[in-house]
């Protein structure tokens, strides 16, 4: 089971970025995926997860502005997201598993930095 992060960079504020988690070793199709991030000084944050079923779930802090997607084709799962805020500058973290905690294994993740 291996995850890799990518698309993070540095954005203007109420920009958009669009980051991808390729997955190899399993289907992302059969298993919940999510995303977390974590900056510096702050708490492991869950975001959003998207179920094998294809529902989906956000955070009250992404709601409204993440999207979570999955392309069965490439196997992998993305987050969109839009009106990007300095507040949302941290590490994001794709897991296959339902609720990501601080403790859950994880891939080298993805930087995003949102300032003017």
């Known amino acids: 089971v291996h995850v890799v992060e990518s698309g993070g960079g540095l954005v203007q504020p109420g920009g958009s970025l669009r980051v991808s988690c390729a997955a190899s070793?399993?289907?992302?199709?059969?298993?919940?995926m999510s995303w977390a991030r974590q900056a510096p000084g702050k708490g492991f944050e869950w975001l959003s997860t998207?179920?094998?079923?294809?529902?989906?779930y956000y955070s009250t802090s992404a709601k409204g502005r993440f999207i979570i997607s999955r392309d069965d084709a490439k196997n992998t799962v993305n987050l969109q997201m839009n009106d990007l805020k300095p507040e949302d500058t941290a590490v994001y973290y794709c897991?296959?598993?339902?609720?990501?905690?601080?403790?859950?294994?994880r891939g080298q993740g993805t930087q995003v930095t949102v300032s003017s």
């Open positions: 897991f296959n598993i339902a609720v990501p905690t601080f403790n859950s294994p």
């Open positions: 070793g399993f289907t992302v199709s059969n298993s919940p």
């Open positions: 998207i179920a094998a079923s294809g529902s989906t």
